[in-house]
């Protein structure tokens, strides 16, 4: 596997449910991020981890519960989901250290709450 | 503090024709700017960036954009539209020292006619 990768691709869930999105990146980044985007919407940043510690929390409802084991993988755990949270998930990772590195992104799990 | 505005959200243009997609950005420092490109049911993928050195950066797919610090402008151009190259495209900023965070645009749906 190269670049980053997103399992699973689609999620159908229920408001009851817990479920959760795995993303592993092969890059050697340090940073990965948890990204919504929703149709007609901007892209919203959600989580950001440097080296395993969350240094970015946007706000996120606690019902999106964010994971970092180390600096290849993260999850995103899902429970008591609204309608509202269907949407494109989008993982990322960049290397975060000396000069400019552009974000690598996974294809996306798109999630869908009913 | 750091943003960007695409201005259009959607542009069509002939195949052949000449591709200008804008983007605006504010910084209160010298900035980084980066270009990607998304296809339906995939994730970003870097197109250019602009990291302080030649004005004007050529990327992937005949594609190129020039910074311009007096108009605070970072606009994307292609000669010759073709038609793979309809997809949605999201101009992003990042302030050197923000790190990980770069901010996007709400993204420009480019449409491309036979």
């Known amino acids: 596997e190269t670049g980053v990768t997103q399992t699973p691709r689609h999620l159908v869930m229920g408001m009851t449910n817990k479920k959760s999105l795995k993303c592993e990146q092969h890059?050697?980044?340090?940073?990965m991020y948890w990204y919504k985007q929703s149709a007609k919407k901007p892209l919203e940043l959600m989580f950001v981890?440097?080296?395993?510690?969350?240094?970015e929390n946007n706000s996120v409802p606690s019902r999106f519960s964010p994971e970092c084991p180390n600096s290849s993988h993260l999850f995103l755990h899902l429970h008591t989901l609204q309608p509202e949270d269907s949407a494109l998930y989008l993982c990322?990772?960049?290397?975060?250290?000396?000069?400019?590195?552009?974000?690598?992104f996974g294809p996306g799990t798109r999630l869908t709450v009913t | 503090a750091q943003s960007v505005t695409q201005l259009g959200s959607h542009v069509s243009v002939s195949e052949g024709a000449l591709v200008l997609l804008r983007c605006n950005y504010s910084?209160?420092?010298?900035?980084?700017l980066f270009w990607y490109v998304q296809y339906p049911n995939q994730g970003l993928q870097l197109l250019l960036k602009?990291?302080?050195?030649?004005?004007l950066v050529k990327g992937i797919n005949g594609f190129e954009a020039e910074f311009k610090k007096s108009e605070t402008s970072f606009h994307l151009t292609k000669p010759s539209a073709h038609m793979s190259d309809a997809a949605e495209y999201f101009c992003?900023?990042?302030?050197?020292?923000?790190?990980?965070?770069?901010?996007f645009g709400d993204g420009t749906t480019l449409t491309v006619k036979p």
């Open positions: 890059l050697g980044h340090n940073a």
């Open positions: 981890y440097n080296f395993k510690e969350q240094t």
């Open positions: 602009y990291t302080s050195a030649a004005t």
């Open positions: 990322a990772s960049s290397q975060d250290r000396g000069a400019v590195y552009e974000q690598y």
């Open positions: 992003a900023v990042r302030i050197p020292t923000n790190a990980g965070k770069s901010t």
């Open positions: 910084s209160s420092v010298p900035p980084y």
